[in-house]
């Protein structure tokens, strides 16, 4: 495939718009990769609480992606730092249960999850060099919603128990597969520099290319 060329203002003034630029061209290359690998739903793991196996466990909307607030963009040494906000909105978790007393469905509604992303690539490096991802961490869950139906105790099931369960198994299975696919878009992904008299005499970050 061709690479697409993306770039950006230059000058000191507009390094918020520039880190803004190259997190939004980052996300939106996660987003169209999500989409097309998660159209429907991703598949959670089985789990055992006590005597109730939650099974046919599925999330679905996680390539609802967008920046979820300013972009930072700094450099050390020879090292570019990329870090920003990374929020998936409208997330919807689902668990069926089944127990010697009980059986039904359980769905978890999220209004925002956010991770925090930071990426670095190496200024002065070969050509091809791509940004590495440093760190992807859960942030902050906001507008959790749980509903259970079925028949039987279901107190039990919408206790904490079985919530924290669904909500950590949920959330890790979300971090997961946004690591691994951000880390693929990545390698397709490379920040270019120019030296940029007006501004400096070092390599400053001009835009990015997706192949």
Request: negative net charge.
């Amino acid at each position: 495939n061709g690479a697409a060329l993306t770039s950006f203002p230059l000058g000191q003034s507009l390094d918020q718009d520039k880190a803004d630029g190259f997190a939004d061209t980052i996300i939106q290359s996660l987003k169209a990769a999500l989409k097309s690998k998660f159209n429907n739903e991703i598949e959670l793991p089985e789990y055992c609480a006590g005597e109730v196996t939650l099974h046919d466990g599925r999330v679905s909307g996680i390539w609802k992606v967008s920046r979820g607030g300013a972009a930072s963009i700094g450099s050390r040494t020879d090292v570019l730092i990329l870090t920003f906000p990374l929020m998936v909105r409208g997330m919807l978790a689902c668990y069926s249960f089944k127990g010697r007393r009980v059986k039904g469905e359980l769905a978890c509604a999220y209004d925002r999850v956010v991770f925090n992303v930071k990426l670095s690539q190496r200024v002065r490096a070969e050509v091809g060099n791509s940004p590495q991802l440093v760190e992807l961490s859960l942030s902050s869950v906001e507008g959790v919603r749980m509903d259970v139906h079925g028949f039987g105790p279901l107190n039990w099931i919408a206790g904490k128990k079985v919530t924290d369960l669904v909500q950590e198994t949920v959330l890790q299975e979300v971090e997961d597969e946004l690591k691994f696919s951000l880390e693929y878009q990545l390698a397709n992904l490379a920040f270019y520099f120019q030296i940029v008299e007006s501004v400096s005499h070092n390599l400053t970050p001009v835009g990015i290319i997706v192949q």
